[in-house]
């Protein structure tokens, strides 16, 4: 079979050349004034998002020729491939069903000819008794005492979801139930995350899929001896710690009984399993009916991103926009600013979800990719971004296109409803100053000094998508969670690579095993490391000793 034509062989890519060329020196400022009807035409709307991409450097032409190259590179077929369960992942020979997690028409899935759905059910069910139990006093630990405080312990995939949705959905949860989070193998982590906690009031949730992770297993142990040593009985163990996990066998080993695990599938990537039972301390936090009104916006996103034309899809035009940035204008990174603290940890997320995925230099046919794949994905929530590092938007030598997401409503608090109409307007006039800046004539008709007129103009034409929902709520969440998740699938197949895979992050964890030998030895290791290397473990071997 003769070989896969290269992204950059397409006719279509070749199109979209010739058009950036004849693009590059467009401005957001003739855009608009063409078409005065722009911002309300580049636009759409899907399961409570509206979508504002009229701030881009495109017309009618650029979305037609990219909607082209989609097709071209089979973005239909892939979707449909799935959702549908075929073994996408092929690098691991696995399905990628997260999907399926919140499928709430329950419509049959197939993963090797079974339809996982009742087990999926089935998890949702028991983790809904066990959060029932736990918030209404009734799951009691060893000494009789109920449950105060909840520490989820795990890393990465296991960890960054858990963390946004619970900080997301904080308005929603049960502020007599401590929610903590301890990922890092940093002593100082547990530390920090436990010491005010009592033993006899604390619930631990190891999560992990593999039940192996260095990290985890550590601060569990960490967390197993510190609770024992005050409850002095092994039999503590099954009041005070459940687990999340695939890998029932490791759960045993490490002494949770099999009846406090929530399992979840190997067809669960890390990164995405949110929906899963790694969703448990955001349920324990907002309550069942919450948690499935989060899975609900999942899985409308779910239907709109593979049901719509592509025209009107927004994670497609996400996706789009944010390639053609990446591959015909050499922007590097792309910022996501969400104007919502409680989006704090969201850009945080997708940083994991987006470069984890997309960060990848080999094609699905084992070549080197001749193109850029996946950006930098960075942000922090405005408007404290806007004191920090919105300068360089502004007025630095990179182009760096930037989604902002917000919210119409104001906060539900009387005393602090007035702050929203002064956050939206920096929201709303930050993508204007980015897209139109300020001319050197509009810098001296405010009657400036000639000298400062250089200083003080900006070149604008910076390109941003705007997000904008009534409020922040769990469904809102969980569809404004599944848009990026697509975005980043509509690029990982344009690009052709694996999205689903994460060999990068081997290489470390193994490294750390050997490295780790080499500075618990009792007597002083043969180092066979390069000298830098061999340098810094003799330097950390004499701050242990
Ligand atoms: C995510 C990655 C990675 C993973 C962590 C934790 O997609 O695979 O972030 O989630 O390494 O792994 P465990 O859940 O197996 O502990």
């Known amino acids: 079979m003769p070989d896969k034509p290269r992204l950059t062989d397409l006719p279509e890519w070749t199109a979209l050349q010739a058009h950036a060329n004849a693009l590059r020196s467009a401005s957001l400022r003739d855009l608009f004034a063409r078409d005065p009807v722009r911002g309300e035409r580049l636009t759409t709307e899907a399961c409570g998002w509206y979508l504002d991409y009229s701030k881009n450097r495109l017309t009618d032409d650029t979305l037609r020729l990219l909607v082209a190259l989609a097709q071209a590179q089979g973005l239909a077929p892939a979707i449909a491939a799935m959702f549908r369960g075929d073994a996408i992942n092929a690098t691991e020979n696995r399905a990628v069903l997260h999907t399926a997690l919140r499928n709430r028409a329950t419509t049959p899935v197939l993963v090797d ?3 996982v759905m009742p087990g999926i059910n089935q998890v949702l069910d028991r983790m809904a008794a066990f959060t029932r139990q736990v918030r209404a006093g009734a799951w009691l630990g060893y000494t009789g005492k109920p449950i105060r405080a909840i520490v989820n312990i795990g890393i990465g995939g296991s960890d960054l979801g858990p963390v946004m949705a619970y900080e997301a959905l904080r308005l929603y949860s049960a502020r ?27 619930l631990f949730i ?24 005050a409850l002095q009985d092994p039999a503590a163990v099954a009041r005070h710690f459940v687990a999340v996990s695939t890998a029932e066998a490791e759960v045993v080993k490490f002494g949770i009984d099999p009846a406090n695990m929530f399992g979840f599938w190997d067809w669960v ?25 989060l899975l609900d916006g999942f899985h409308a996103m779910d239907r709109h ?100 997401i917000g919210f119409t409503q104001p ?25 139109f800046g300020k001319t050197a004539d509009e810098v001296r008709a405010e009657k400036t000094p000639e000298a400062l007129v250089p200083f ?20 809102s969440l969980g569809a404004l969670i599944a848009l990026y998740e697509h975005k980043i699938f509509v690029q990982g197949v344009l690009w052709d690579v694996y999205s689903f895979d994460q ?29 830098s290397t061999n340098a810094l473990i003799r330097r950390c071997r004499a701050g242990l000793r």
Not at 411 to 433: C, G, I, K, W, Y
Request: net charge negative; proline share 6%.
């Open 269 to 293: 990537g890390g990164r995405y399993s949110l929906c899963s039972a790694i969703g448990l301390p955001v349920m324990l936090a907002i309550g069942p009916e919450r948690f499935l009104e």
């Open 113 to 115: 000819g079974k339809d």
């Open 206 to 229: 190891v999560a992990s899929k593999t039940f192996t992770t260095q990290e985890t297993m550590l601060n569990a142990a960490t967390a197993r001896a510190w609770c024992l040593r």
């Open 305 to 404: 991103f593979a049901e719509t034309p592509f025209e009107r899809n927004l994670p497609v035009l996400l996706g789009l926009i944010g390639l053609w940035y990446n591959n015909f204008f050499g922007a590097e990174t792309h910022a996501l600013l969400p104007y919502s603290q409680y989006l704090s940890r969201f850009p945080a997320y997708f940083q994991q979800g987006d470069m984890e995925s997309n960060g990848k230099s080999t094609d699905k046919q084992g070549r080197r990719v001749a193109w850029q794949t996946g950006p930098v994905i960075w942000g922090e929530p405005g408007t404290n971004g806007q004191h920090a590092f919105y300068q360089l938007l502004h007025q630095g030598t990179k182009l760096i296109p930037a989604d902002f």
């Open 411 to 435: 906060h539900a608090d009387p005393r602090v409803r007035s702050h929203h109409a002064a956050f939206m307007a920096n929201l709303v006039a930050q993508t204007e100053a980015l897209a």
């Open 176 to 202: 007599n139930l401590i929610v903590r989070f301890v990922s890092n193998v940093d002593g100082a982590h547990f530390h920090e995350q436990t010491q005010d906690l009592d033993p006899a009031e604390t």
């Open 503 to 531: 060999w990068g992050v081997q290489l470390g964890k193994v490294l750390a095993g050997k490295v780790l030998a080499e500075l618990d030895a009792k007597a002083e290791p043969a180092l066979k490391h390069d000298s």
């Open 456 to 475: 003080k103009t900006f070149e604008g034409n910076r390109p941003t998508n705007t997000l904008l929902a009534e409020s922040l709520t769990p469904f």
